[in-house]
């Protein structure tokens, strides 16, 4: 098995091979990752993500994308985990543990709100700011597909599972780095049952 010096490449590597994706699929999508260093510039490694992301867009179903990029989130324990077990812990309805979600900070940025539909919008978008940027790829030259942001989506799931004590499933609305900063970053989660199936909380 391959690995690649710099952390996020090597996180996507081992995310599409646990995913059973096809070796010559991987190696088209990995295609110049072993040439970017932990000391290679931002810029270059936000480049190269682009186009790793523009690949998956070609080559893998949209399911499958989700997936893989969602294996790739960072950040699910320490302080933030500790923080989204005591949401489940202290609150007992749904509607008080999304009260409590939306002032954790830290966990689910800027806000986290229940929406009239019964869907769950958690949105990443500090108030006051013309443009927001990316803080995973804050010098990335040019607009990445949204593929990439369900990285930072798989991180909001993880902890807003625990907090609510409900599994649900997730879909990135509009992020920074696919919009170029014009837009906030927005996660949008159906509550699920057991069966998979939508619920209404």
Not at 65 to 73: I, L, N, S, Y
């Amino acid at each position: 098995m391959a690995t690649y010096e710099y952390g996020r490449i090597d996180k996507l590597y081992q995310s599409l091979t646990a995913a059973g994706i096809a070796d010559g699929v991987v190696a088209e999508i990995m295609s110049g990752g072993a040439t970017i260093r932990k000391n290679t510039s931002p810029e270059k490694k936000a480049g190269w993500l682009a186009g790793a992301m523009r690949r998956m867009d070609r080559l893998l179903d949209r399911d499958t994308r989700q997936t893989v990029r969602e294996a790739c989130a960072c950040c699910l324990g320490g302080k933030r985990l500790q923080i989204s077990k005591a949401i489940a812990r202290d609150n007992a309805g749904l509607a008080d543990r999304v009260r409590a979600a939306n002032e954790a900070k830290l966990v689910f940025g800027h806000g986290v709100s229940m929406e009239d539909d019964g869907t769950i919008r958690v949105c990443f978008s500090p108030e006051g700011l013309e443009r927001y940027r990316c803080p995973c790829l804050p010098k990335a030259l040019e607009s990445l597909p949204i593929t990439y942001c369900y990285c930072c989506g798989g991180h909001v799931k993880h902890h807003l599972q625990i907090a609510l004590g409900r599994k649900v499933s997730g879909t990135v609305q509009t992020s920074a780095l696919s919009s170029g900063g014009k837009q906030p970053c927005t996660f949008v989660f159906l509550l699920m049952e057991a069966t998979g199936d939508r619920t209404r909380p």
